[in-house]
């Protein structure tokens, strides 16, 4: 019997990509205490922008591809996938409003992540019709 993660339990790519968010927020929030010490340890390359950007680029393909699968599979709502989006293009430019409101900045585009992976969570725990169909049967509905 061949088991696949994703069949039974949809939510799992939807809590790593929260878990890849949460990280990568509580880095770039933590990186002007560590900073500083980051020399002693030989690792500055955690302050770099390629590496903020490479976590953030690694958290949004997870997202896209939950996302994805949850709208097509189950639920066949795309607006999670809008949240996602938003939020990695307003943490992609954390700067837009300058160095002072990078913290804020920062955590509305996590939130606005980690709320993508949420609502698709709770599309596809609420939809059991489409469980065991390759595509969502939401989509015949909804272009009447």
């Known amino acids: 019997m ?3 993660p994703v ?5 799992k790519l939807d809590r790593l990509g929260i878990w890849v968010s949460g990280l990568c927020a509580l880095h770039c929030l933590a990186l002007p205490v560590v ?14 922008l390629w590496f903020e950007r490479t976590i953030l ?5 997870i997202g896209a ?6 709208a097509t599979r189950f639920h066949g ?15 992609w430019n954390k700067n837009m409003f300058g160095e002072a409101y990078e913290p804020f900045t920062i955590a509305v ?15 596809c725990r609420q ?11 939401h989509w015949s509905t909804q272009a009447k």
Do not use: E
Not at 35 to 48: C, E, K
């Open 109 to 123: 585009g996590a939130l606005l992540i980690v709320a993508g992976h949420w609502i698709n969570m709770r599309l």
């Open 7 to 11: 069949n039974d339990n949809p939510t």
């Open 57 to 61: 680029t690694i958290s949004l393909i």
């Open 65 to 70: 591809v939950a996302l994805i699968s949850g």
């Open 77 to 91: 709502k795309w607006y999670p996938l809008l949240l996602l989006f938003s939020g990695g293009a307003i943490y």
């Open 2 to 4: 061949a088991i696949n």
């Open 35 to 48: 900073v500083p010490l980051l020399p002693l340890i030989g690792s500055s390359f955690f302050a770099q």
């Open 127 to 137: 939809c059991k019709c489409c469980k065991d169909s390759v595509f969502s049967t």
